[in-house]
């Protein structure tokens, strides 16, 4: 399974597959147990929008989330809003009335220093502003919840089929 950044769920969705064969109900259960960990997600992250000017009702959707029954995400939405990714990693040039300037020469900056990714681990990056920060602040409390969830879940189902787990 190719993941991008996070952590992935060996089985998840096969296990998600597998109790939507045994009721619909309980896929859509499992999908927002994921859901309602990439709402938590994205409401921390937004709620770090702030540095460099970016407060304000016209940044609220600036981060979106998904969540299906092969995993859930929290990304950036650049396509309605051009400045997100300057706002998340910063930037080390602006244009400023079309001439690129490096921000070392501006008195106030635009957006915060450029702060890449330094990791596909999550737990060892530094980078970013909004999502990464949160990410690392919330991924063991939100794979703790998703899997006490989870089992929960799966136990239900087994039982509503017969099987009886102890």
Do not use: C
């Amino acid at each position: 399974m190719a993941v991008k950044a996070g952590f992935a769920v060996d089985g998840l969705a096969e296990t998600i597959r597998a109790l939507g064969k045994i009721d619909r109900r309980f896929r859509a259960e499992a999908v927002d147990i994921l859901r309602d960990g990439a709402k938590l997600a994205q409401r921390e992250s937004q709620r770090r929008i702030g540095t460099g000017g970016y407060r304000g009702p016209k940044n609220k959707g600036m981060i979106g989330r998904s969540a299906t029954s092969t995993g859930a995400g929290v990304k950036l939405r650049a396509s309605k809003y051009p400045w997100a990714y300057q706002a998340e990693f910063g930037e080390q040039v602006a244009h400023v009335f079309g001439h690129p300037t490096r921000q070392s020469e501006f008195k106030r900056r635009t957006a915060g220093e450029h702060r890449p990714p330094t990791s596909t681990d999550m737990f060892k990056n530094t980078g970013g502003y909004m999502i990464q920060p949160a990410l690392r602040k919330l991924l063991p409390l939100l794979v703790e919840d998703a899997g006490v969830r989870m089992t929960e879940l799966v136990d239900r189902a087994l039982k509503s089929e017969g099987f009886a787990r102890g």
